[in-house]
């Protein structure tokens, strides 16, 4: 049979939530070509086959070629072994810089992508990794996996050049502090504050909405800048602004709720 054939079976056979398929599926994992053998990798994941199992399967091979293989697609198994596969395939040693630098990647987001618990330790050096994707992912699994040390190892990626790295610092840092697992850094709040005013509409969104886990009577001028954006900001992010405050018990997101919305009956009426 030709490639495109094999490769079209076992696509197939992952789509069809039959498990009866996985002892096929780990035969083709070894396939002479290795676009098949990826997808069969894939199929055995979407089936809940075993990650072990699978690596099993590709012994066969030369072992640079099993981690071609298998990273792509560890991001879909659900066994806590797949951590340590992804650690010990950050860094390889036997293959091209580049290939090496998209399997490192590959790695980090089957840590990140729906993080398990003991993914939380090496996500952590991660936060400093050359790759601005591999930072941002790493930032927002420890937003869900993370603990309150994490805090002090996301503020630096504050003031990271790259946009998504900043949003999903914020975001992970306000998710820490929303779930209890630590109290509002107060080193955070001049920083979130200045973010306020970026010049990126996300920076400035994921910076108010972080706001709300600041307490605005221990962050008054953080607080005032929400309440700024609030009273004559625009758009989403002044919807953003009044939950901010609202979220804070802060006394005025009433009075600006209901000033908002005068102003939107107003802008109703002229335009009837």
């Known amino acids: 049979e030709a490639p495109a054939v094999r490769r079209a079976a076992a696509f197939a056979l992952g789509e069809l939530e039959e498990a009866a398929a996985i002892p096929a599926l780990f035969r083709a994992a070894a396939d002479p070509d290795r676009e098949t053998g990826m997808l069969a990798i894939e199929a055995v994941a979407k089936l809940g086959g075993d990650v072990i199992e699978a690596g099993v399967a590709l012994e066969p091979l030369p072992e640079p070629e099993r981690w071609r293989r298998l990273v792509p697609y560890l991001f879909r198994f659900r066994q806590e072994a797949k951590v340590a596969l992804a650690v010990a395939a950050l860094d390889r040693k036997d293959l091209e810089p580049s290939e090496r630098a998209t399997l490192h990647a590959r790695a980090a987001f089957a840590l990140a992508r729906d993080p398990l618990p003991a993914a939380a330790e090496p996500l952590r050096p991660l936060l400093t990794d050359s790759d601005p994707w591999v930072r941002s992912l790493a930032a927002r699994a420890l937003g869900q996996v993370g603990a309150a040390e994490d805090l002090v190892r996301l503020r630096p990626l504050l003031v990271d050049a790259h946009l998504g790295v900043v949003i999903q610092a914020l975001r992970a840092g306000q998710r820490l502090v929303a779930e209890g697992k630590s109290a509002a850094p107060a080193d955070w709040a001049p920083r979130i504050e200045e973010l306020l005013s970026d010049s990126r509409s996300g920076v400035?969104?994921?910076?108010?909405?972080?706001?709300?886990?600041?307490?605005?009577?221990?962050?008054?001028?953080?607080?005032?800048?929400?309440?700024?954006?609030?009273?004559?900001?625009?758009?989403?992010?002044?919807?953003?602004?009044?939950?901010?405050?609202?979220?804070?018990?802060?006394?005025?997101?009433?009075?600006?709720?209901?000033k908002a919305a005068g102003a939107e009956d107003a802008e109703v009426r002229a335009r009837a």
């Open 204 to 258: 400035r969104l994921a910076a108010i909405e972080a706001a709300a886990s600041w307490p605005s009577q221990a962050n008054g001028t953080l607080a005032e800048g929400v309440a700024g954006i609030a009273e004559s900001g625009t758009g989403r992010e002044r919807g953003a602004a009044l939950l901010s405050l609202a979220a804070n018990g802060d006394g005025r997101a009433g009075a600006l709720v209901e």
